[in-house]
């Protein structure tokens, strides 16, 4: 595999003001969103971003796109620093990165064909070419999301088609252009069972085919399992752990990680061990914690973990760690 | 066996513009004291559906049509609104789908934890309070919280607050529709663990409804699987995960992936959900199941038991060429 | 919470009046034509120079604008509304004379109307789909619909005019010098109809928005899960849905009052009824400016603490704006 | 591309009894307005009989004061109250539009002070500052129109602002963004659509507004002078105290009744179209 990276996050940081108190007694507390993050996706390769609600991942996402404008950082895509581009080159670069949304149901215009929502890239990026020439990709798209016959397709409304065949028309618009990365966010969560598999194992099958590069973001950890050839687990708006899949799911060190992967390998073995794997705890995220995301509710906590922001370090030659107590659970554990 | 529920042949419609949804059809199952029986089945199968229809609460254009209710051999259907009035909460409760919108926002969780004390039983409003306390530190909750209102709590206290109101009355079964639904994996871990032991503490019986296979096999004593308003199979965990025999049960168990199992492939079950709206009488798999054959789409089979406490709806049981 | 949601409205209110204030101001001197005219009425032209000059100097208006400007909110905030020289009458003295019968007739107008509303919205969204239902909105719609004098004329018409039961104009009768109970009865008598009409014209928005309101509360899962808990049909609705299908109502009754208010004027014009609406009728009429933008003024204000008082109500209905550390 | 949601509207619209009524009623006064020259037996302003004659078979309605035939007066009438109320509520409803985008789609510190501003404008009593405003530039057509207008675009523009907010997080709308299709396009191919059939129904529910609000003027004798629209009509029947004699049955009622119906045909088309729009209460019927 080429192992050159197309796609290079540095110190990115998103903040939120929050503003409070009365009229005359205004308080802003900054959020943040995504608190200094770095990460790389090789060519080829899927990342999985993998936390829960509220942790930071789509924003981490929406960056990356350009919908939404970092705080702080730098975001590299094939060599160009996207942070710096005015909206027409971003525009233009966007042919070269698409995203997947999570919801089928709102993704698609429902006034408009699947035929004009698919034209709708080529509009935007080839509009120098054909009418047929248009219209013969927009029939490959749909072939290629294996929707057949394709011209059943193209003349049906959104609200024809069911949830899985609709999140395939998404996937059909975001690869018409041949791009060379893919963001999906969470693309199958709002799918039933039954035809989640099928997604994923088309995104799968595309990414062999088109040689896609994809950040891949869910909150299942089976899920991202599956697909990812490493995995981001982010807490906080913080990445707590990232490693490739295997060392993740075998050897997590991070308590959270530890926490998810207990719950969702067995979850008899959780509740049995809840009280050693997590504490209650609610998390506000409106407090600025000075020590560790995750103090509140890990139960390994000592004193460092209250006062100091743990960094971000190797453990095993590309899985690296967010924890001042690593190698002391690992002790534990072993 | 203790039964505590059982039923029988339950039958629910909806009339739409277009015709009658078949929403929930001949659907039959029991469940004994002290058991978790887990109903499993994808969005829009009708599950709860059946969870209204047990608790007698679906409303016009809806109706049950058919079939019993025995609640500790009461029939509920036939049940009178005065003799619900005194079964519900005392002997059936329900924690709903997301307690976020079924808690009322105006007024604190004391009072509509109390509101349902004082409802069923004849005790002071003293008594009524201290037993609130009582619930809310059981479910983790600092008792002296009860002045607070909803919007005060996050979603995963708001959950507990749901199950301490469940269990106000000492009820001996308790329905759990989909509740752990958009909490975060650990917090919905958590309340599931929650449920899990006040189950056993209490020797409750307990529905658990949901969507989510892995969680279901992992604390539930039996699992009965739902597709397009019919239970396809109904059995005990084991059974159901080594010797699946409905179709969709097993594409259903090979949909996910598993993470202590790695090399799965995952599978997804072509075509999606039948309209049920003037549903041909045929089975409701029919048009997606991978072994279909003439019989399947003309006539509606039967569900029966094939091995002890193992049932299941299919022809392919009685031609006899199942794997 | 509550704090800060107080203190944003004070000031969205003190920026209304302000505003109010200076357009009053404003009006007569960008308006072509003579000031003295917009100043003193239309009588401007039987005055003596003397007198004229007199009006001048009490407007100050060869001082400059700004010191005009600060004249005219000081006279304001002192309660010194002008001089009506078309009736001859110090303004604030007329004000006072009939801001008492926009009072009852508004206030009561309001309060009915608001009950009403708020009842008939709740049945018609209890019953939703049935006929009773479709019958209220129709009934109900056809009421916004008409223009609330002609509604007055046709009471008059009908109460009045051809059955004789009703007086026909005023808020009490003239010369009969009741007094004690007597008098009650009498002031009851001629408020039955402009209050009536006042009611019939301004009930459709607080049904309407009730009905709307309820309707999305019995769709709310603690409803369901009320009825879930055993408790009683009645309860639920009084005690579950009610309160909180009220909050949306709270806010649009805000709105109404100035269209109340509005509806008074009109009103109170065919009724000859004597509140401050019917005094800017008659003052339009005889085109006396000053009379005019004073009316004007104490409505807009009227409508201010009200608002302001609702402002004060609305937190104990809503818990969410209410609570210490929500 | 529009088209299917355009004919869904129609249906849905046209399968509803109150909105086909309301339909029925504005094609009826459309058509009155439009051959008032032929329908009226009488020219409005000819004194063409005895002054307060009772209806017979020449004068269907009677005539007023000055021996004016009411019913030509009231079919003349129709012009001036439908005019009003179409361009008042269409200038508003332009202004609230300008209003409502700007403020839903940049939203920040613009979209603030434009919310305040409606909110200001909601707290005063319309009614009394549209008396004032009229006494002072002098009642005349254009003047009643920008009164009108002036006053009433407030609610409008938050109805579409939020419209414009719900639109905007649309996923579609990211999704075209993301693709790199420019703002242009994307105002035009996924707002727009979205804003106009909410503003149609606000320009129909605004039209019933400025219909009774342009009577409840004139009524006042702040209308134009020069024609006479219903609310004049009616000013007059007070003037001449007509609703304390028999007159009132065709003097004052017919009058009200046309505004009211006129009313009532917007009204019901508004409802009916805010109901296609909002699926929530069309779930619930």
């Known amino acids: 595999m080429d192992k050159s990276t197309l796609l290079k996050v540095s110190n990115l940081k998103k903040t939120f003001i929050k503003k409070s108190g009365t009229f005359l007694k205004r308080r802003k507390t900054e959020v943040y969103a995504v608190n200094n993050i770095n990460f790389e996706v090789n060519k080829g390769e899927i990342l999985g971003i993998i936390g829960e609600s509220g942790c930071g991942k789509t924003s981490t996402a929406r960056m990356v796109m350009r919908l939404m404008k970092e705080t702080k950082g730098e975001i590299t895509f094939e060599g160009v620093n996207l942070c710096n581009l005015k909206e027409s080159e971003t525009n233009k670069i966007r042919k070269k990165m698409q995203m997947i949304f999570q919801d089928p149901y709102d993704t698609l215009n429902p006034g408009m064909k699947i035929l004009d929502i698919l034209m709708e890239p080529i509009n935007a990026h080839e509009k120098g070419l054909t009418y047929e020439e248009k219209y013969q990709k927009v029939i490959e798209a749909i072939e290629a999301i294996e929707l057949r016959p394709a011209q059943d397709f193209i003349h049906r409304f959104p ?52 040689g896609l590069t994809m950040m891949f973001i869910t909150h299942d950890l089976s899920t991202a399992s599956y697909m990812c050839d490493r995995i981001a687990v982010m807490y906080q708006g913080k990445i707590v752990e990232i490693g490739p899949t295997k060392k993740i799911i075998q050897h997590p060190s991070h308590p959270y990680t530890k926490a998810l992967v207990a719950v969702v390998k067995d979850l008899n073995h959780f509740i049995k061990n809840r009280e050693k794997l997590i504490l209650d705890g609610e998390v506000d995220s409106t407090k600025e914690e000075k020590g560790c995301p995750f103090v509140a509710r890990c139960p390994h906590k000592e004193a460092v973990c209250h006062t100091q922001v743990p960094e971000l370090e190797d453990v095993d030659r590309g899985h690296s760690v967010s924890c001042h107590c690593h190698i002391e659970l690992l002790e534990k554990t072993s | 066996m203790n039964t505590v529920l059982s039923v029988e042949n339950l039958s629910t419609y909806f009339k739409t513009d277009k015709g009658i949804a078949k929403a929930v059809e001949n659907v039959s199952f029991s469940l004994n004291k002290g058991e978790m029986l887990g109903l499993i089945g994808e969005s829009g199968c009708g599950k709860t559906t059946v969870a209204q229809s047990i608790l007698r609460l679906i409303e016009y254009p809806g109706k049950v049509v058919s079939g019993r209710v025995l609640l500790n051999g009461r029939d509920l259907i036939k049940a009178s609104e005065k003799e619900l009035s005194s079964l519900r909460w005392k002997e059936i409760s329900v924690i709903p789908q997301s307690a976020m919108n079924a808690l009322n926002p105006i007024f604190t969780i004391g009072d509509q934890i109390m509101e349902s ?23 983790g909750i600092d008792g002296e919280r009860w002045r607070s209102y909803p919007h005060e709590f996050s979603g995963g206290m708001k959950q507990r607050v749901a199950i301490a109101m469940a269990l106000a009355c000492n009820p001996k079964l308790v329905i759990s529709d989909e509740s752990t639904t958009g909490l975060d994996v650990l917090t919905q871990a958590q309340v599931i663990a929650l449920i899990k032991s006040l189950q056993k503490k209490m020797d409750l019986s307990v529905i658990l409804i949901s969507h989510d296979l892995p969680m279901v096999t992992a604390i539930c004593d039996k699992i009965a699987i739902m597709y397009a308003g019919n239970i396809v199979e109904w059995a005990s965990t084991g059974d159901l995960l080594k010797n699946a025999r409905h179709p969709y049960s097993q594409a259903l168990l090979n949909a996910s992936p598993d993470l202590g199992n790695p090399e799965k492939e995952v599978v997804s079950i072509p075509g999606s959900v039948p309209n049920l709206v003037n549903f041909p009488n045929s089975c409701r798999f029919h048009t997606r199941c991978p072994h279909a054959f003439d019989k399947c789409r003309q006539e509606i089979p039967e569900f029966k038991e094939i091995k002890n406490g193992h049932y299941t709806a299919c022809f392919l049981e009685e031609e006899g060429n199942h794997g | 919470m509550l704090g800060k949601f107080i203190t944003g409205k004070l000031l969205q209110y003190f920026i209304v009046i302000f505003l109010m204030l200076t357009l009053n101001f404003l009006l007569p001197r960008l308006m072509p034509g003579n000031p003295l005219v917009f100043l003193a009425g239309e009588d401007v032209g039987f005055m003596s120079s003397a007198e004229k000059d007199a009006i001048l100097d009490k407007y100050g208006l060869n001082d400059s604008i700004l010191e005009q400007y600060g004249t005219y909110i000081k006279n304001i905030f002192t309660g010194d509304f002008g001089y009506s020289y078309q009736q001859k009458r110090p303004i604030s003295e007329l004000l006072m004379e009939r801001l008492p019968w926009t009072m009852l007739l508004t206030g009561l107008g309001l309060v009915l109307s608001t009950v009403i509303g708020v009842m008939f919205g709740a049945i018609s969204a209890w019953r939703r789909g049935t006929n009773t239902d479709a019958n209220l909105l129709t009934v109900f719609m056809f009421l916004s619909a008409m223009p609330s004098f002609w509604v007055g004329m046709i009471l008059v018409s009908i109460f009045s005019a051809q059955l004789g039961w009703l007086p026909v104009f005023g808020a009490e ?49 603690y409803i369901m899960m009320a009825k879930a808990k055993g408790v009683k049909e009645k309860v639920i609705k009084y005690k579950h849905a009610m309160r909180n299908a009220l909050l949306p109502v709270a806010t649009v009754f805000m709105l109404s009052l100035g269209f109340t208010l509005g509806g008074a004027t009109v009103i109170e014009t065919v ?28 409505i807009t204000f009227s409508v201010v603490i009200a608002n302001f008082l609702a402002d004060l109500i609305y937190p104990l209905l809503d818990p969410k704006v209410g609570s210490r550390n929500g | 591309m529009v088209n299917s949601r355009w004919k869904k509207y129609w249906q849905v619209l046209t399968s509803n009894n109150i909105g086909l009524f309301g339909l029925i009623l504005l094609v009826i006064f459309l058509l009155i307005a439009l051959l008032a020259p032929i329908l009226a037996p009488f020219d409005p302003t000819d004194r063409v009989g005895a002054p307060f004659t009772k209806p017979n078979g020449q004068f269907l309605l009677g005539t007023n004061d000055v021996g004016q035939d009411i019913l030509s007066e009231l079919l003349y009438g129709t012009r001036i109250s439908l005019l009003i109320g179409v361009i008042a509520a269409f200038i508003s409803i332009l202004l609230g539009c300008l209003v409502g985008i700007v403020s839903g789609y940049y939203g920040g510190k613009v979209d603030a002070f434009l919310m305040r501003l409606v909110d200001l404008v909601l707290v005063i009593p319309f009614l009394p500052l549209m008396i004032l405003l009229a006494a002072f530039i002098g009642p005349s057509f254009w003047n009643i129109v920008l009164v009108i207008s002036l006053i009433s675009w407030a609610s409008p523009a938050r109805v579409i602002r939020s419209q414009v907010l719900t639109l905007k997080t649309k996923g579609y709308v990211e999704a075209a963004k993301s693709i790199g299709t420019n703002i242009k396009v994307i105002l035009a191919r996924h707002i727009l659509p979205g804003v106009i059939p909410i503003a149609l129904s606000q320009f129909v529910l605004a039209a019933s ?3 009774l609000i342009e009577a409840s003027l004139s009524f006042l004798g702040l209308g134009d002078p020069f024609t006479k629209s219903w609310g004049t009509i009616l000013y007059y029947a007070q003037a001449r105290g007509a609703f304390l004699t028999d007159a009132w049955i065709w003097w004052v009622l017919p009058p009200g009744l046309l505004i009211t119906t006129l009313v009532i045909g917007f009204a019901f088309t508004g409802y009916s179209l805010e109901e296609i729009l909002n699926p929530r209460l069309r779930k619930e019927r």
Not at chain 1, 186 to 203: F, H, K, Q, W
Request: charged residues 20%.
């Open chain 3, 271 to 298: 009724f000859a009824y004597p509140g401050v609406g019917r005094l800017m009728f008659e003052s339009v009429l005889s085109r006396d400016y000053p009379l005019i933008q004073a009316t004007f003024l104490i």
């Open chain 4, 209 to 211: 507004h400025s219909i």
């Open chain 1, 159 to 210: 609200h024809q088609l069911s949830g899985g065949q609709r999140q395939r028309i998404a996937i059909a618009r975001a690869i018409i252009l041949k791009p060379s990365f893919i963001a999906a966010d969470e693309p199958t969560s709002m799918l039933d069972v039954s035809v989640r598999a099928g997604i994923l194992n088309l995104l799968l099958d595309l990414r062999k085919k088109m």
């Open chain 2, 117 to 139: 004390i004082l409802l069923h039983e004849n005790v002071s409003k003293r008594e009524a309070l201290q037993r609130t306390k009582t619930l809310l530190e059981l479910v």
């Open chain 3, 173 to 221: 009768s003239a010369w009969s010098n009741y007094t004690g109970m007597d008098r009650f009865f009498d002031i009851g008598k001629h408020l039955i109809l402009p209050l009536a009409t006042l009611i019939l014209i301004s009930v459709t928005s607080t049904f309407m928005i009730m009905r709307y309101s309820m309707l999305n509360v019995l769709g709310e899962d």
